[in-house]
Nanobody
Framework: QLQACGGGLVQAGGSLRLSCATS????????RAWFRQAPGKEREFVAG????????SYGDSVKDRFTISRDNTKITVYLQMNSLKPEDTAVYYC??????????????????WGQGTQLTVSS
């Protein structure tokens, strides 16, 4: 089970950190990712991190503003979001890849999902 938290209301230009804790499932060996979904839009890849944490990837719209990281001792994945924009407003989901040691940016490749946390960025 994945438990995402940390969302909220923030002004444009502000920062926020999301966390995704793991319980009841294997954490090591699986890549993790953050996706987001705004009303009326498809789920969008935001950031991903390999099982080891040695490699990360980002969606074009968040590059150089967001940073994904993982703490394997705390079995938690983080998403540090800086320079937030109103267009970042969405429900953010953390997810775990279905297959060990694989990475992807496609939602269908991820089998476990957190419940989502709302981020609202005001202008």
């Amino acid at each position: 089970q994945l438990q995402a938290c940390g969302g909220g209301l923030v002004q444009a230009g502000g920062s926020l950190r999301l966390s995704c804790a793991t319980s009841g499932q294997t954490f090591s060996g699986y890549s993790r990712a953050w996706f987001r979904q705004a009303p009326g839009k498809e789920r969008e890849f935001v950031a991903g991190i390999t099982w080891s944490g040695s490699s990360t990837s980002y969606g074009d719209s968040v590059k150089d503003r967001f940073t994904i990281s993982r703490d394997n001792t705390k079995i938690t994945v983080y998403l540090q979001m800086n320079s937030l924009k109103p267009e970042d407003t969405a429900v953010y989901y953390c997810a775990s890849h279905k297959v060990m040691y694989m990475t992807s940016t496609r939602p269908e490749d991820f089998g476990s999902w957190g419940q989502g946390t709302q981020l609202t960025v005001s202008s």
